[in-house]
């Protein structure tokens, strides 16, 4: 017996192929799906027409159902209301989030999170965009803003904001995070939700221009191996970038879900780095400048530097690594509605900054053992993707929820006792170790680490405690 | 950083040149073989160079990319040098000036204090500028808190940080953060000064002690203790090339690499790994509250008209100059004023500071007299 899901999906499939062979004569197997296929849906029609002696009950029902709604019955808003329209008044609570922990006392070096635990499929709404700035969200007059390309260029470049938007323009889907996603959990669980845990991250269309294509009639000097990016905020945020990933894929962009960049987002033009650092992605973006030795700059020496054990801290640690998470369920979104015997969709993201996600696989006791997952959705380079596992609860069930994801690159997200015996606890940022969340046996969700303690030697090399 | 030069301005061999760099640049990017587009990159990752017209899954128009293109202008030298504000670790970008450690510490008691605390000690969400000694707190840096009670590492300018050159270009372009680019290039000297004056730092074996005047040539001779901390070197020519085999060896940044097919499936934790909970309530200080509801937003609206209630109660000492008050509308104030935290400007009217009686002698709940505060800062942004 076929799902209606299956169902749905072959009749996809079936009108693919039949457009596809439209002119060719061989359309026999198709025909015969289809054929099946009608066979089956008009099997279902007659159940459900023949079901009316199915309904349940000789109670009323619902409010819902049998009472007339406002809304139903009388005129809804005229369209000349919201001209730029907003989510219903209802989902108020689906918003960023803060929290004074993750702030310099006056929420201008600081960070609001989404809500990923309500996000759905790969495209984070520009409201929704999580927010990092340095000295504030700046407020520029597109027309009072300039880029400025200068250094080792045969042709220095001032560029209006018109002028850079007659650039060929290319249009990608990545996510943009944070580093220090996860970077408050290296030594134990702290957030009991999805959206501190994980939602120092988003994704987005983006479209721009490849820097290169600037670059290319500027004369770019041999000798010239980094990049300066700089904002043109009150903080002046820089950050050094090298010349390969200038000449790869690093874009400035204005458009955003196919709107212009939110202030958030650096309004009107924001470095995109793909896969990399969120923080390399230079928000009010007004001057590049290229020389032959790397600048130094505040945010890529004092912080995204990961101490190690050793001592030495890595530097220019560009790409966030392979990392995935389960959203649903979630500490926020849990299972306490389900009942013995339901089937649900556990659903989560995997998302690698240095390439494309190839597989996913999900365990129920904290990454001792793994099955795979499916993918499904597009699965883009750099790019947030979807993946899915079909599950029966049993009521009164405990699980550990682990997954762990594979990118083309050949990573895969390390357990914790893996990663922080290589960079130990207190290095912040890049934490991409597999997350679990604890299903209780009410049905609620707690996020959980399942780890080792760890000992050190006496030449300082950090070790399991216990381990023979 | 780099000066223009207009006699290289006028004879631009662009075209030459570009396609010089650009080869250079572009070699390490070329696909290893035109059908894979998938090649070991300078952060562990990998390329997708455009092949066949498509770059991984996106189609491009390749004859959009190859297009000579003129927008925009050559920068004036008057433009160049009032954004070329940055300030390299061999001394480029910095100028000439100079400033005390006594100088110092009188601007960051006038401009800074009230964020960094006493001596750089922090406070607030605000990072600290010293913990002490700079050269034995170095020690620190090796410091793993893997138990409870294990002190970490102290991460501050003198510590940690590899470069002087980042305090100086960072001070003059970004701090005092409410009013950034204020300061002038001697104050900024001073205040660099001060702060390896509190770090109990030393140039070239002498001590920066109270009396010490830093200059451009005494800052070029600085060596912080955390200069060699980081990996890989960036530094010189092989900088990117040795980025790129650092990132080359997963171990060196706690990353694992697996044939797919390889892949543990089972026995995959230590058998030495246990559950650990959250202790506690964790961090659960959310703003707004975590919630999954579906209903109407609460109404904001509390009955209290702000605005009337300011001019009764505030105006005539907030709107206008000489009475010693920051004056509502005037951004530059009231910035000062909210550098210190909501908090403490509501707990400074709600108790009286300077001037100012507790809630200005106005008979008022803490609520209301909150949301009056909040109009004046909101007037005054």
């Given at each position: 017996m076929k799902t209606t899901d299956n169902l749905i999906k072959e009749n996809i499939v079936d009108i693919k192929k039949s457009q596809q062979d439209l002119d060719s004569l061989d359309t026999k197997s198709s025909n015969v799906d289809r054929r099946d296929f009608l066979a089956k849906t008009a099997a279902i029609g007659v159940t459900a027409l023949a079901g009316t002696s199915l309904l349940a009950s000789d109670e009323a029902g619902e409010a819902a159902i049998l009472e007339p709604q406002s809304w139903g019955t009388k005129w809804g808003d005229p369209v000349t209301k919201n001209l730029y329209g907003m989510p219903s008044k209802y989902e108020h609570n689906v918003t960023r989030r803060y929290t004074k922990l993750l702030a310099s006392g006056n929420f201008r070096a600081s960070i609001a999170v989404t809500p990923i635990q309500e996000s759905s499929g790969i495209i984070t709404p520009n409201g929704l965009f999580f927010s990092r700035s340095h000295g504030g969200v700046a407020h520029i007059d597109p027309n009072e803003h300039r880029l400025m390309i200068t250094g080792l260029v045969e042709k220095p470049l001032v560029l209006t904001m018109k002028q850079l938007k007659r650039y060929p323009s290319v249009t990608r889907t990545h996510f943009i995070e944070c580093p220090a996603n996860g970077g408050q959990e290296w030594r134990g669980p702290q957030y009991n939700s999805l959206q501190f845990a994980k939602g120092f991250m988003s994704c987005a269309e983006w479209t721009g221009v490849y820097i290169k294509d600037i670059l290319k009639d500027l004369g770019i000097k041999p000798e010239a191996r980094w990049m300066l990016a700089e904002g043109g905020d009150s903080s002046k945020m820089g950050r050094t970038i090298p010349m390969e990933k200038v000449l790869d894929d690093a874009m400035i962009v204005w458009g955003q879900n196919g709107e212009a960049l939110r202030p958030e987002q650096g309004y009107p033009i924001r470095l995109l780095v793909p896969g990399w650092e969120g923080n390399l992605c230079v928000k009010w973006l007004r001057r590049l400048d290229f020389a032959s030795e790397p600048w130094y700059c505040k945010e890529e020496?004092?912080?995204?530097?990961?101490?190690?054990?050793?001592?030495?801290?890595?530097?220019?640690?560009?790409?966030?690594?392979?990392?995935?998470?389960?959203?649903?369920?979630?500490?926020?979104?849990?299972?306490?509605?389900?009942?013995?015997?339901?089937?649900?969709?556990?659903?989560?993201?995997?998302?690698?900054?240095?390439?494309?996600?190839?597989?996913?696989?999900?365990?129920?006791?904290?990454?001792?053992?793994?099955?795979?997952?499916?993918?499904?959705?597009?699965?883009?380079?750099?790019?947030?993707?979807?993946?899915?596992?079909?599950h029966t609860y049993k009521k009164g069930e405990e699980l550990l929820l682990t997954s762990r994801a594979m990118d083309d690159a050949g990573y895969i997200q390390p357990t914790i006792d893996q990663e922080i015996l290589k960079v130990g606890v207190e290095a912040v940022y890049h934490r991409n170790a597999v997350e679990t969340w604890k299903v209780e046996k009410d049905g609620k969700v707690t996020h959980v680490e399942v780890r080792s303690q760890l000992d050190r030697k006496p030449n300082g090399e950090l070790v399991i405690e216990g381990k023979a | 950083m780099f000066k223009l030069n207009k006699k290289q301005l006028i004879s631009i061999s662009a075209a030459a040149a570009l396609s010089l760099g650009l080869t250079a640049c572009m070699e390490n990017a070329a696909p290893s073989s035109s059908s894979t587009a998938k090649k070991a990159s300078i952060d562990g990752g990998v390329m997708y160079p455009v092949a066949n017209g498509k770059t991984g899954p996106y189609y491009v128009n390749t004859n959009a990319h190859n297009q000579k293109i003129e927008y925009g202008r050559v920068p004036t030298e008057k433009e160049y040098e009032e954004w070329n504000s940055d300030v390299m670790a061999d001394g480029t970008g910095l100028p000439e000036g100079e400033g005390s450690v006594e100088e110092g510490e009188e601007v960051y008691e006038a401009k800074c204090v009230m964020c960094h605390g006493d001596f750089g000690s922090g406070g607030g969400g605000y990072p600290s500028l010293s913990k002490g000694n700079a050269?034995?707190?170095?020690?620190?840096?090796?410091?793993?808190?893997?138990?409870?009670?294990?002190?970490?590492?102290?991460?501050?300018?003198?510590?940690?940080?590899?470069?002087?050159?980042?305090?100086?270009?960072?001070?003059?372009?970004?701090?005092?953060?409410?009013?950034?680019?204020?300061?002038?290039?001697?104050?900024?000297?001073?205040?660099?000064?001060?702060?390896?004056?509190?770090?109990?730092?030393?140039?070239?074996?002498?001590?920066?002690?109270?009396?010490?005047?830093?200059?451009?040539?005494?800052?070029?001779?600085?060596?912080?203790?955390?200069?060699?901390?980081?990996?890989?070197?960036?530094?010189?020519?092989?900088?990117?090339?040795?980025?790129?085999k650092y990132f080359s060896n997963p171990d060196n940044f706690g990353a694992v690499k697996v044939k797919p097919s390889e892949r543990c499936m089972t026995n995959c934790q230590e058998p030495t790994a246990k559950v650990v909970y959250i202790q506690g309530a964790g961090i659960s200080d959310f703003h707004p509250p975590l919630s999954e509801v579906r209903d109407l937003p609460k109404e904001e609206n509390t009955g209290f008209d702000a605005p009337k209630a300011y001019e009764a109660n505030c105006a005539m000492c907030h709107s206008a100059d000489g009475m010693g008050a920051p004056v509502i509308g005037d951004k530059a104030a009231w910035a000062a004023v909210t550098a210190k935290g909501m908090d403490k400007v509501y707990s400074n009217g709600i108790h009286g500071i300077n001037g100012m009686p507790p809630k200005g002698g106005a008979d008022l709940s803490d609520a209301n007299f909150k949301s009056i505060v909040d109009y004046i800062v909101s007037k005054s942004k």
């Amino acid at each position: 017996m076929k799902t209606t899901d299956n169902l749905i999906k072959e009749n996809i499939v079936d009108i693919k192929k039949s457009q596809q062979d439209l002119d060719s004569l061989d359309t026999k197997s198709s025909n015969v799906d289809r054929r099946d296929f009608l066979a089956k849906t008009a099997a279902i029609g007659v159940t459900a027409l023949a079901g009316t002696s199915l309904l349940a009950s000789d109670e009323a029902g619902e409010a819902a159902i049998l009472e007339p709604q406002s809304w139903g019955t009388k005129w809804g808003d005229p369209v000349t209301k919201n001209l730029y329209g907003m989510p219903s008044k209802y989902e108020h609570n689906v918003t960023r989030r803060y929290t004074k922990l993750l702030a310099s006392g006056n929420f201008r070096a600081s960070i609001a999170v989404t809500p990923i635990q309500e996000s759905s499929g790969i495209i984070t709404p520009n409201g929704l965009f999580f927010s990092r700035s340095h000295g504030g969200v700046a407020h520029i007059d597109p027309n009072e803003h300039r880029l400025m390309i200068t250094g080792l260029v045969e042709k220095p470049l001032v560029l209006t904001m018109k002028q850079l938007k007659r650039y060929p323009s290319v249009t990608r889907t990545h996510f943009i995070e944070c580093p220090a996603n996860g970077g408050q959990e290296w030594r134990g669980p702290q957030y009991n939700s999805l959206q501190f845990a994980k939602g120092f991250m988003s994704c987005a269309e983006w479209t721009g221009v490849y820097i290169k294509d600037i670059l290319k009639d500027l004369g770019i000097k041999p000798e010239a191996r980094w990049m300066l990016a700089e904002g043109g905020d009150s903080s002046k945020m820089g950050r050094t970038i090298p010349m390969e990933k200038v000449l790869d894929d690093a874009m400035i962009v204005w458009g955003q879900n196919g709107e212009a960049l939110r202030p958030e987002q650096g309004y009107p033009i924001r470095l995109l780095v793909p896969g990399w650092e969120g923080n390399l992605c230079v928000k009010w973006l007004r001057r590049l400048d290229f020389a032959s030795e790397p600048w130094y700059c505040k945010e890529e020496t004092s912080k995204y530097t990961v101490l190690k054990p050793t001592g030495k801290a890595i530097q220019h640690f560009y790409a966030n690594e392979v990392n995935s998470t389960v959203t649903s369920p979630s500490p926020e979104i849990d299972w306490t509605d389900l009942k013995d015997g339901d089937v649900v969709e556990i659903e989560g993201l995997a998302w690698s900054g240095m390439g494309t996600i190839t597989g996913v696989d999900i365990s129920f006791d904290g990454g001792k053992t793994y099955k795979e997952a499916s993918l499904k959705g597009l699965v883009l380079p750099k790019c947030w993707t979807r993946w899915s596992y079909m599950h029966t609860y049993k009521k009164g069930e405990e699980l550990l929820l682990t997954s762990r994801a594979m990118d083309d690159a050949g990573y895969i997200q390390p357990t914790i006792d893996q990663e922080i015996l290589k960079v130990g606890v207190e290095a912040v940022y890049h934490r991409n170790a597999v997350e679990t969340w604890k299903v209780e046996k009410d049905g609620k969700v707690t996020h959980v680490e399942v780890r080792s303690q760890l000992d050190r030697k006496p030449n300082g090399e950090l070790v399991i405690e216990g381990k023979a | 950083m780099f000066k223009l030069n207009k006699k290289q301005l006028i004879s631009i061999s662009a075209a030459a040149a570009l396609s010089l760099g650009l080869t250079a640049c572009m070699e390490n990017a070329a696909p290893s073989s035109s059908s894979t587009a998938k090649k070991a990159s300078i952060d562990g990752g990998v390329m997708y160079p455009v092949a066949n017209g498509k770059t991984g899954p996106y189609y491009v128009n390749t004859n959009a990319h190859n297009q000579k293109i003129e927008y925009g202008r050559v920068p004036t030298e008057k433009e160049y040098e009032e954004w070329n504000s940055d300030v390299m670790a061999d001394g480029t970008g910095l100028p000439e000036g100079e400033g005390s450690v006594e100088e110092g510490e009188e601007v960051y008691e006038a401009k800074c204090v009230m964020c960094h605390g006493d001596f750089g000690s922090g406070g607030g969400g605000y990072p600290s500028l010293s913990k002490g000694n700079a050269y034995e707190l170095h020690e620190t840096l090796t410091n793993q808190r893997i138990k409870p009670d294990m002190d970490g590492p102290v991460r501050v300018f003198g510590t940690y940080w590899p470069q002087a050159s980042t305090l100086w270009w960072y001070i003059k372009d970004a701090m005092p953060h409410p009013m950034t680019d204020s300061l002038t290039d001697d104050e900024v000297y001073a205040l660099v000064a001060y702060i390896l004056n509190i770090n109990e730092m030393e140039i070239d074996g002498q001590e920066v002690d109270d009396e010490y005047v830093l200059n451009r040539e005494k800052f070029l001779k600085i060596k912080m203790p955390n200069k060699d901390g980081f990996e890989p070197n960036i530094a010189g020519p092989n900088g990117p090339e040795n980025v790129r085999k650092y990132f080359s060896n997963p171990d060196n940044f706690g990353a694992v690499k697996v044939k797919p097919s390889e892949r543990c499936m089972t026995n995959c934790q230590e058998p030495t790994a246990k559950v650990v909970y959250i202790q506690g309530a964790g961090i659960s200080d959310f703003h707004p509250p975590l919630s999954e509801v579906r209903d109407l937003p609460k109404e904001e609206n509390t009955g209290f008209d702000a605005p009337k209630a300011y001019e009764a109660n505030c105006a005539m000492c907030h709107s206008a100059d000489g009475m010693g008050a920051p004056v509502i509308g005037d951004k530059a104030a009231w910035a000062a004023v909210t550098a210190k935290g909501m908090d403490k400007v509501y707990s400074n009217g709600i108790h009286g500071i300077n001037g100012m009686p507790p809630k200005g002698g106005a008979d008022l709940s803490d609520a209301n007299f909150k949301s009056i505060v909040d109009y004046i800062v909101s007037k005054s942004k």
